[in-house]
């Protein structure tokens, strides 16, 4: 079985001055042919770390992928430590140095600088892995029974390798080893209930099934992973994957990889219905989720932030009667809100937010914490109450999500 380490090199990785996202393409890449990934790691650009980092990675894969430090300026060190882990010497790869003199002369329009001769320089025992649309190359090793792999730390030029010389040519030595994923969203119960409520379901799983808890902020997600050379592989895991939602039916929102936002943006299209959201406690927060996905305009009309008073009598109708008498955190604030967004919208659904986000702001009748939203549409308005108790962020957040998923379940009931 082929299994694979990653590693990343460079000092602006460690100081967080660049964001790693090679690592999350190599990995998905490796993944989709079928070969796991056991590690990653990040190195700094010193030569007794980078050797270090290889022999760690090659203690732990037969494959290892190495991105970063191929250029030709003197932090980047990558060849001289593969020329000391492999024990050999750089030599100039004549086709390189040539692809290096037209880039520069003829698409470039300009003349090379002599520091860049230092590309074509390669490792006498690597196999070049020509790199059409850059100027670093790839280079390919084998050492006890081991491949290494490595790549510019340039994202376009490593996924161009990735693509056009490492998959192929891991794919030639894999087996027909497969790895296939099944997932699925729940939402309204925590990762330790789930696993409580899955423990028989776990115990009772092939060995070559295994499930993963992907948990964030009110959801998790379950991720089902078979691993084999078997010509039914697939028909197992969807056996498996239909088991495992049965106690647990309730919580799942989705039968596959994806989000709450997601979710209710393909309900909505589904349904051709439209919304629109009248928010104060979240200041834009559940309109900003929506909107973050492209093509949310075809559902999503807009919305008020309505955070003072004010506004929620000036422009939603909210009386001052109405104000005074229960307050703009109730049931009766946020339905009326909810109401009149839909109404003067002209949309098929209104949600309206209101609550404390904190620390300060709490009343005599009104806690922090508590949150109030209300979904309407031209039949009726339901409101639900909620009372939270974390950062004034992390309330914001809840809050804005609890919103959506009360939209989704007003939507389907």
């Known amino acids: ?11 602006e990785l460690l100081i967080g001055q660049v964001v790693d996202t090679n690592s999350v393409y190599i990995a998905q890449q490796l993944n989709n042919i079928g070969v796991g990934i056991v590690e990653k790691m990040a190195v700094g650009d010193k030569l007794d770390v980078i050797i270090r980092g290889l022999t760690i990675c090659s203690d732990q894969a037969n494959v290892i992928i190495i991105t970063g430090g191929l250029g030709p300026t003197s932090d980047d060190i990558t060849k001289p430590a593969l020329c000391n882990f492999f024990n050999t010497t750089l030599t100039t790869h004549q086709p390189t140095l040539l692809h290096l003199k037209h880039l520069f002369e003829n ?8 520091i860049n001769n230092n590309q074509a320089l390669v490792p006498d025992c690597a196999e070049v892995l020509f790199n059409e649309i850059g100027t670093a190359p790839g280079l390919a090793f084998y050492k006890n029974e081991k491949y290494y792999f490595a790549l510019p730390g340039v994202p376009e030029e490593m996924k161009y390798l990735m693509n056009n010389h490492v998959i192929p040519k891991i794919i030639k030595l894999s087996s027909h080893q497969k790895i296939h994923h099944k997932t699925l969203l729940t939402f309204g119960i925590g990762e330790s209930s789930l696993a409580t409520t899955l423990t028989d379901f776990e115990k009772e799983l092939p060995h070559n099934i295994s499930l993963a808890y992907l948990p964030e902020l009110l959801s998790v997600r379950l991720r089902l992973t078979a691993q084999g050379t078997k010509a039914n592989i697939e028909n197992e895991l969807e056996e498996q994957f239909k088991k495992i939602q049965l106690p647990i039916k309730k919580y799942i929102i989705a039968t596959k990889d994806t989000t709450l936002v997601e979710v209710i943006q393909e309900l909505l299209e589904q349904k051709n219905i439209t919304v629109s959201i009248a928010e104060s406690c979240t200041g834009g927060n559940v309109s900003a989720l929506l909107t973050k996905r ?26 001052s009667a109405i104000l005074e008498t229960y307050g703009p955190v109730s049931k009766e604030t946020v339905s009326i809100m909810a109401q009149e967004i839909r109404q003067r ?11 404390i986000m904190g620390p300060t702001g709490s009343t005599a009748q009104t806690l922090v914490g508590t949150v109030w939203i209300a979904i309407s549409n031209a039949v009726q308005t339901d409101a639900y109450c909620h009372h939270l108790q974390f950062t004034r962020d992390k309330n914001i957040y809840i809050s804005s999500l609890l919103a959506i998923n009360h939209l989704r379940e007003f939507i389907l009931q």
Do not use: Q
């Open 294 to 319: 492209a093509g949310i305009s075809k559902v999503f009309k807009g919305s008020i932030v309505c955070y003072h008073n004010e506004l929620k009598k000036n422009l939603l109708g909210v009386s």
């Open 1 to 11: 079985m082929i299994v694979a380490s990653i590693l990343n090199i460079g000092d």
């Open 107 to 114: 698409v470039y329009k300009k003349i090379m600088p002599p």
């Open 345 to 355: 919208t002209h949309t098929d659904y209104g949600l309206a937010i209101s609550g």
